[in-house]
């Protein structure tokens, strides 16, 4: 990372009281380039350039900030489980230097990275705000401005105690998280969980009773594992269409490479009446695999068992994800596969809410 530019305000402040924001790349720093936009330089001052041109009562409650910038910025669609793996342990080498976090982040993939941190930085005892934009700084317009006040505003508010993403004035639980929309400026939703906080006006609300800040007391337990384990595709998302085959089933997980699967199954759990599909599941969990189902609708739970066409799932050792979204569960799976657990132990925690992701 680059050494950290102030804010105005900062030079006056213990930096322990301060924000530190970490720009990773993004739409929100991208300037036009011959092939299109891509990451622009300098983000520190176009950030501040961009937040003086907020009113004046807004800048005047912009908490104290530092940001830096990673070498290599990147979009966010080239984000790999070693890009969580490191923004973790820049928090975590960072943490108690710092009152609260903001990471920039491309809006394609930032959802999967709120989720990540979330499982990596179990305890937190403080706010992560992960923020982007879907119209770069400087465009007419943008979102930018706004999205970064609002993420600065909750991550200086103490009570905010684990990772959360802030998007067109609202605060949404990360591992709760989906990009819902490709052009919106209100591009993420929280379809199985309620805002755990919102803009109502100048003032910007948490709600401290949907937050993990009140179940969690003492020290952080952060487990940042080494994602190596897990960042050569060992872990792979199925989809479920009409007509799959057992076959083209097998052809993923038979792949010795493979060590887990999140399946996407239809409504609240079910699959064709194929026994041979059942039967590529059982043999891939016998094998020591660590299979999760979800659903493909973006509201409501799995419930594996409840119709015949689901039954058999869970003798297929196919884990019930619940109401999980798809980042929640498969960055659970590479978290869980990233660590030297036993498959039991594996399979207990997933089935265990851990960061209220389910
Ligand atoms: N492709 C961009 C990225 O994810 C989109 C964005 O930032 O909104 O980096």
């Given at each position: 990372m680059a050494m950290p530019p102030y804010s105005p305000l900062a030079e006056s402040m213990p930096a322990q009281e301060r924000i530190l924001v970490i720009y990773t790349g993004g739409t929100i720093g991208m300037q036009p380039h011959a092939e299109g936009l891509a990451p622009g330089g300098d983000f520190p001052t176009r950030m501040a350039a961009a937040l003086s041109r907020l009113p004046l009562v807004q800048q005047q409650s912009l908490p104290a900030y530092e940001v830096v910038s990673y070498v290599t910025l990147i979009d966010s669609s080239a984000a790999t489980p070693l890009t969580w793996q490191q923004l973790a342990r820049d928090i975590n080498d960072q943490l108690t230097a710092y009152a609260g976090f903001v990471i920039i982040h491309g809006t394609d993939t930032l959802s999967w990275t709120a989720a990540s941190l979330a499982y990596q930085l179990q305890g937190l005892d403080r706010p992560v705000v992960v923020t982007g934009s879907m119209l770069p700084l400087e465009a007419p317009g943008s979102d930018a401005m706004d999205n970064l006040h609002g993420a600065l505003q909750?991550?200086?508010?103490?009570?905010?105690?684990?990772?959360?993403?802030?998007?067109?004035?609202?605060?949404?639980?990360?591992?709760?998280?989906?990009?819902?929309?490709?052009?919106?400026?209100?591009?993420?939703?929280?379809?199985?969980?309620?805002?755990?906080?919102?803009?109502?006006?100048?003032?910007?609300?948490?709600?401290?009773?949907?937050?993990?800040?009140?179940?969690?007391?003492?020290?952080?337990?952060?487990?940042?594992?080494?994602?190596?384990?897990?960042?050569?595709?060992?872990?792979?998302?199925?989809?479920?269409?009409?007509?799959?085959?057992?076959?083209?089933?097998?052809?993923?997980?038979?792949?010795?490479?493979?060590?887990?699967?999140?399946?996407?199954?239809?409504?609240?759990?079910?699959?064709?009446?194929?026994?041979?599909?059942?039967?590529?599941?059982?043999?891939?969990?016998?094998?020591?695999?660590?299979?999760?189902?979800?659903?493909?609708?973006?509201?409501?739970?799995?419930?594996?068992?409840?119709?015949?066409?689901?039954?058999?799932?869970?003798?297929?050792?196919?884990?019930?994800?619940?109401?999980?979204?798809?980042?929640?569960?498969?960055?659970?799976?590479?978290?869980?596969?990233?660590?030297?657990?036993?498959?039991?132990?594996?399979?207990?925690?997933?089935?265990?809410?851990?960061?209220?992701?389910?």
């Open positions: 909750f991550a200086a508010k103490p009570a905010l105690q684990e990772v959360t993403i802030y998007f067109s004035g609202q605060l949404l639980r990360g591992a709760r998280a989906i990009k819902q929309h490709s052009e919106a400026a209100n591009a993420f939703a929280s379809p199985n969980y309620p805002l755990l906080g919102e803009r109502v006006g100048d003032d910007f609300v948490y709600y401290p009773s949907r937050g993990l800040g009140l179940q969690q007391r003492g020290a952080p337990r952060f487990e940042i594992p080494d994602y190596r384990l897990i960042s050569q595709g060992e872990i792979v998302r199925i989809a479920l269409w009409p007509g799959i085959s057992a076959w083209q089933l097998d052809a993923w997980l038979s792949d010795t490479r493979v060590k887990g699967a999140l399946l996407q199954l239809w409504g609240a759990g079910n699959l064709p009446d194929d026994p041979d599909l059942l039967d590529v599941l059982a043999r891939a969990s016998g094998e020591g695999k660590l299979l999760a189902a979800i659903s493909q609708c973006p509201q409501g739970s799995v419930h594996l068992g409840a119709y015949a066409a689901g039954h058999g799932l869970s003798d297929a050792g196919v884990l019930s994800g619940d109401a999980m979204t798809p980042e929640a569960a498969f960055t659970k799976l590479a978290h869980l596969l990233a660590q030297p657990l036993t498959l039991e132990d594996q399979r207990q925690r997933f089935l265990t809410s851990l960061i209220g992701e389910r």
